[in-house]
Structures are given as C-alpha cells and as structure tokens.
C-alpha cells in the first residue's frame, strides 16, 4: 500500500518535472509567418490566462510565471528574438508583446494576492472525497471512574458524600483519631511532615472527627479524597485515593457494618464474590476488621495475585472508638458507629486486574481508553 504522503511526493516530483521542460521548450519565432505574430501572441495572451484561471496554488502560478515570463520565458524568447522578424512587422510585434507582457504580469500578480487572501494558499490542493478527521475525545480516568462508582453504590444506601483538606494538621490526622504522639501505630504511616504539627493527610480518616465535629448524629457519611504517604513500588505510590465511610447512629451493632458491606462488594464487584472479616488493629476502631474477598482471578483456587491464599485484602473498618467521641463531644455512651476506608487505586486494580499501579499515573492515553 502507499501511503498519501508518499502520493503526494510524486505527485509534487511529476508536477515539478512537468514545469521544468515547459519552462526549456524555446520560443522560435522563425516558425511565424509575416502578419501571424498578432494573431499568435493573441493566442499566447489567451492561453497564458486559461492556465492561470486553473491554477489552484502558490506554486502554480509560480509556475506559469515562470513559463511565460520568466528568463527563458515565452515572451522573453520572443521579445529577444523580434529581431528576426522582417523590419517593418518589428515595432508593432514589439509593442504588442510588451502588453501581453505586461498584462500578464498584473494578471499573475493579482491571482497570488487573491489566493493569499482567500487563506488557501497551501501548497497542497483540497481532497472533498477524504474522510474527516475525528476529534480525539477524553474520557474519565479509570480512578476518577471507580471513585464515583464506590461513591453512587453508598449514595444509594442513604450515605452523604462530604471531602477535607490535604493539608492536615496532627491534631486531625493523628491525635484526635487515638494515635497518642509516639505511638507506634504512627509509623505505619510513612508520612510526609510540612512542619512538626503539620503533615499530607496519610488517610482520609481525620474526615471522621471533622465530619462529626461539624454535624451531631446520626451520621452517615463517605469521604473520598487524595492521601499521601512516603512510599513507592509495584502496589504503591506516593499518592493515591481513599473513600472513608463513617456511620454513626444510636444501636449500631458489628451487624450493621457487616451488611452494609457484604452490600457493597457485591455491587462493586458480584454477588458471587463472598468476603471474611479477618481481626485487626487500628487505634480509632474497636473491634477492628480488615476485610477479604474471595480472590477475583483465581475464585479462592489460589494464584500469584492473592499470593495462592484465595483472598485478596480490600479494606480496613471498625466499630468507631468511644475516644472519638469524646474528642467531638459526642455522648459516648449513647451513640455506636462503625468507619471503614478502601484504597481506590486497590480496588481498581482488583476489578480490572491490573499489575502495576503506576500504570494510573503515566498517563498513557492507550492503556487510559480502555475504560
Ligand atoms: N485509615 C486506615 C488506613 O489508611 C484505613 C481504615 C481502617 C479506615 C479502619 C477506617 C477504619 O475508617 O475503620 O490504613
């Protein structure tokens, strides 16, 4: 197959090699009879315009110039040559060529100035038969899609959707939420310090205690939002997206958080994808859970993705500690709650089984479009 740029370098080559031999062809004026020359730089005049009424570019008329008046020219040659003619025919053939000269050169000059300004002046001439070119168009980043997914499925369950600062002061990102200075809970963080008292929100958990500072119960609520922490490999990078989710209410039980749960993995990924809540510790929940699902590639078989275990981890949760409460003024005693946070980039991985997730950060639009 050749290609259009290649059809046009020929193109150009056949119209450049056609232009150059009418240029070297001579004007003789020997052929004319006596009292022809009128009549034949009429006809020069007429076909002279009749070209250039066809050109259609730059180099076109370029190009017709060339042929007619330029040094080897057809009226050049024949003014050069009117000394061949018989002496009485010379001043009018003379004369005559020189306003057909002149002629054309105004009618050249005025066709490059029309063509200049009708904004068609590209050397290449317009093919109406060639398809449109069709706007790239964006869509949502995967991230961008999976977040408003998680974020519909809680909205569905009654849920608000509210957001924090990045910026975070220690009381919020750490204090509040249990983790007393020195904790060692603190250092499972990796965080990135501003200033002593001052960190990159390493969860979006501090949206708990801002959340419930600003609102009395009940409380039903889901943060997602950006989080930072120092740390960088095939599962991780510097930043990524959280949804935090926080329910607080009187008689909330471990029963409550269990379903509404098992519900929402069960929109986001199947009804077939069971979960475990596997023990664990944070220090603003207690009891603490991490939540397993049943391995999305291997269905519990065992496989390199959930390390031949059948369950993948996909998020953190807990009955809200009665500490929390006291830190917003809450009547313990009163109220239960529970909170549970996911990793956007994690659960996009696991529903697309993707591998690496610096894939969402390189911005190839290749690997982008495909979702
Ligand atoms: N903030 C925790 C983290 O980033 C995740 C988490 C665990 C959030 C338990 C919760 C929770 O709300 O109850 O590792």
Redesign the pocket.
């Known amino acids: 197959m050749v290609d259009v740029a290649t059809l046009h370098f020929f193109y150009h080559k056949i119209d450049r090699i056609h232009s150059l031999v009418i240029r070297h062809q001579t004007f003789d004026i020997c052929h004319f009879k006596s009292g022809d020359v009128q009549n034949e730089l009429d006809k020069i005049h007429q076909q002279a315009l009749e070209a250039l009424a066809g050109a259609e570019t730059d180099r076109e008329i370029e190009d017709l110039a060339i042929r007619y008046l330029g040094r080897k020219g057809i009226l050049t040659q024949f003014l050069r040559n009117i000394s061949q003619l018989p002496t009485e025919e010379r001043p009018a053939a003379g004369k005559k060529a020189n306003a057909v000269k002149t002629a054309l050169d105004s009618a050249f000059k005025l066709a490059a100035e029309k063509l200049a300004s009708s904004g068609a002046a590209a050397d290449a001439k317009i093919d109406v038969s060639l398809p449109g070119r069709v706007p790239a168009q964006g869509t949502l980043h995967p991230i961008t899609q999976v977040n408003q997914e998680i974020c519909d499925i809680f909205l569905s369950l009654g849920f608000d959707i509210g957001e924090g600062p990045e910026v975070e002061s220690d009381w919020y990102n750490f204090e509040a939420l249990n983790f007393p200075k020195n904790h060692p809970a603190r250092d499972m963080q990796d965080t990135f310090f501003v200033s002593d008292d001052v960190v990159l929100r390493?969860?979006t958990?501090p949206l708990?205690i801002r959340t419930m500072e600003k609102q009395p119960p009940p409380v039903r609520i889901v943060t997602p939002g950006k989080v930072y922490r120092c740390d960088s490999d095939l599962t991780h990078t510097p930043m990524f997206h959280?949804v935090?989710?926080l329910l607080v209410d009187e008689n909330i039980s471990f029963g409550d958080l269990k379903g509404i749960l098992t519900t929402f993995v069960h929109q986001m990924f199947d009804e077939q994808t069971s979960l475990r809540f596997r023990p664990s510790f944070?220090p603003?929940?207690e009891p603490?859970a991490e939540v397993d699902i049943l391995c999305v590639i291997c269905r519990g078989e065992g496989c390199r993705v959930c390390s031949h275990t059948g369950w993948l981890e996909i998020l953190?949760?807990?009955m809200v500690h009665p500490a929390l409460y006291e830190n917003v003024g809450y009547e313990a005693d009163r109220y239960t709650g529970f909170?549970?946070?996911m990793g956007v980039e994690r659960i996009a991985m696991l529903k697309y089984g993707i591998d690496d997730i610096r894939r969402f950060f390189e911005n190839d639009v290749r690997f982008l479009s495909q979702f």
């Open positions: 390493t969860h958990s708990q959280q935090e989710g944070f603003f929940t603490s953190g949760s807990g909170a549970f946070g």
